[in-house]
């Protein structure tokens, strides 16, 4: 009896080694792969309203600060009699809720983005730079424009977006005011501690208004926007390799936008856009870019319009949080409108 138990006992433990063995092989074989893309669905709240006079469109500048915990929007306010215009800058500490204002005047050219350079806030105005302390208590600094350009050197810029990048800075579009065709088929690297202010890096297809991007992978990725040609929207996507290639590739989203506010999220990036900016009804969408893949897809969201009025203004990533400036600019001169902070959980 004991010489069949042994054989049996062997058989046993072959098909058992057999069977582990091919369950190894196959979960090597077919691995599980995890959606880095799995935001299906976004459910604002509002954080914050406040009044004032913004200009909105592409003309805002929102950014934030980790060492501050607060987010901050720069705007040039809607022109005031006299022709006297400012500049204010609104920072949101987002841990005891405080808006704080800072008005400098005059107020330069419309257009204001935001970057955090070297723990000051920069405003990239379309003539010149302002750099503030992050409390924005003091007059901030000033840099003009004037004389960076031999060939032009009254160098203006419009309706332009940006994108940020381990400190870099990169100017994407707008359009020139201060040439005879206003073209400006350029994205620029902002030097700002440098003589040489912009540095032209790649050239574009087209003069794109109201178009931001996002750097991946020593790409660019620069989403929608209008033409500056006749003011339509877009829904094209440009990938510009940071390489000094010439090659760039064209893809397009389900959606046109006039106006867009890009960040990277981890390994997707995040589109918020603004439709209708030149139409009688404005509204907004928010979607997300796999660079990995070169899908966009449109997210839902409990944003309210209210009719086509209010829109996506301007939009921030912090803390795996997505803060939007929500909206619609006043009627008029000198005209307060309602604003707020929405923010949602990205997880």
Same mark, same amino acid.
């Given at each position: ?8 006992? %062997? %058989? ?14 196959? &979960?090597?074989?077919?691995?599980? #792969? ?14 914050? $309203? ?15 600060? $980790? ?6 929007? =720069? ?10 215009? !400012?500049?204010? #800058? ?9 808006? $704080? ?42 840099? =003009?424009?004037?004389?960076?350009? /031999? ?13 940020? +990048? ?29 003589? *040489? ?5 790649? +050239? ?6 109201? /178009? ?16 500056? *040609? ?12 940071? @390489?000094? =290639?010439?090659?760039?590739? !064209? ?5 046109? /936008? ?41 997210? &839902? $969201?409990?944003? @309210? ?13 912090? +803390? ?21 902070? %929405? ?5």
């Amino acid at each position: 009896m004991k010489k069949i138990i042994l054989p049996l006992i %062997l %058989l046993i433990a072959s098909i058992s080694f057999y069977n582990c063995e091919s369950n190894a092989i196959n &979960e090597t074989t077919n691995p599980i #792969i995890e959606d880095p893309n799995p935001i299906t669905n976004l459910s604002f709240e509002e954080a914050y $309203t406040f009044e004032a006079n913004l200009l909105g469109g592409p003309h805002i500048g929102m950014t934030s600060s $980790t060492s501050e915990n607060s987010l901050y929007i =720069s705007c040039r306010e809607n022109e005031s009699s006299g022709n006297t215009t !400012e500049e204010e #800058i609104f920072k949101l500490n987002l841990d005891t809720n405080q808006l $704080t204002r800072k008005n400098t005047s005059p107020g330069g050219f419309i257009t204001k983005q935001l970057t955090i350079s070297n723990n000051q806030l920069v405003s990239i105005g379309g003539t010149e730079l302002k750099t503030y302390d992050l409390n924005i208590v003091d007059e901030p600094s000033s840099r =003009s424009y004037f004389g960076i350009d /031999a060939k032009n050197p009254y160098f203006t810029l419009s309706k332009f977006g940006i994108a940020t +990048d381990n400190g870099n800075t990169y100017i994407i579009g707008g359009y020139r005011p201060d040439t005879s065709t206003k073209e400006n088929k350029k994205i620029y690297k902002l030097n700002i501690n440098s003589e *040489e202010l912009f540095e032209e890096i790649i +050239d574009t297809p087209e003069t794109m208004i109201g /178009a931001s991007a996002a750097v991946v992978n020593e790409k660019i990725y620069v989403f929608g926007g209008a033409l500056y *040609e006749d003011f339509q929207a877009t829904n094209k996507i440009y990938i510009y390799p940071l @390489d000094n =290639s010439l090659n760039y590739e !064209e893809l397009s989203m389900t959606a046109a /936008a006039d106006v867009t506010y890009v960040h990277k999220y981890g390994e997707i990036i995040l589109i918020a856009g603004h439709k209708g900016l030149y139409a009688d009804d404005k509204t907004s969408f928010i979607g997300t870019f796999d660079p990995s893949t070169n899908i966009f897809k449109e997210i &839902e $969201t409990n944003l @309210d319009s209210e009719g086509g009025l209010k829109a996506i203004h301007q939009m921030m990533v912090k +803390d795996d949080k997505i803060n939007i400036l929500f909206g619609s600019p006043g009627n008029g001169q000198n005209v307060q409108s309602e604003w707020s902070i %929405l923010t949602a959980s990205l997880k």
